[in-house]
């Protein structure tokens, strides 16, 4: 069947525009280190896209007109998002993460450790992981928004 009826369709419309808006907003709850190196966008588009298209070639109840929609959808909000988000500082920064300081200058930063959920451990294996052993050549590990941890040396 390629097309059920027009209330199927808002109804897709209306879930996936919520289901987004949860994303995004649950992402930023459980912070960067959720996205597993993925940026939030890449992730919930990557995600959607993958489930959408399960969906549609698995249920068939799902049209093939339902799961266009639905891809149009997730596709159309990450550019509005994207476009926005560069035009308005506020939704830039309510939508993107911050890097994080984690170890200056031979101290872990507890608060900052303990608030990114990172252990002293992840920070040493980081640091040997960029080809040093002694943290004392260590000025800094930094949380970037993506989740991976840079290792800036003195």
């Known amino acids: 069947m390629l ?10 419309l209306i879930k996936g525009v919520c289901v987004y808006i949860f994303i995004i907003l649950a992402l930023k709850i ?4 959720s996205l597993a190196k ?4 890449d992730f919930i588009v990557t995600i959607a ?5 399960a969906s549609t070639l698995t249920n068939s109840k799902v ?16 550019y509005l998002v994207s476009n926005f988000a560069v035009k308005i500082p506020f939704l830039n920064k309510f939508i993107k993460s911050e890097p994080a300081l984690l170890y200056y200058e031979d101290k872990f930063l507890t608060k900052a450790l303990e608030k990114e ?11 040997r992981e960029s080809g040093e052993d002694d943290m004392s050549q260590i000025k800094q590990v930094i949380l970037e928004t993506n989740g991976s941890l840079s290792v800036i040396k003195k």
């Open 3 to 12: 097309f059920s009826d027009y209330n199927t369709l808002l109804n897709i």
């Open 30 to 33: 459980f912070g960067k280190r």
């Open 38 to 41: 993925l940026n939030a966008f």
């Open 49 to 53: 896209l993958g489930s959408i298209l």
């Open 63 to 78: 049209t093939v007109s339902d799961g266009f929609v639905s891809i149009l959808i997730v596709l159309f909000l990450q």
């Open 117 to 127: 959920r990172v252990q002293k451990e992840e920070i040493m294996q980081a640091v």
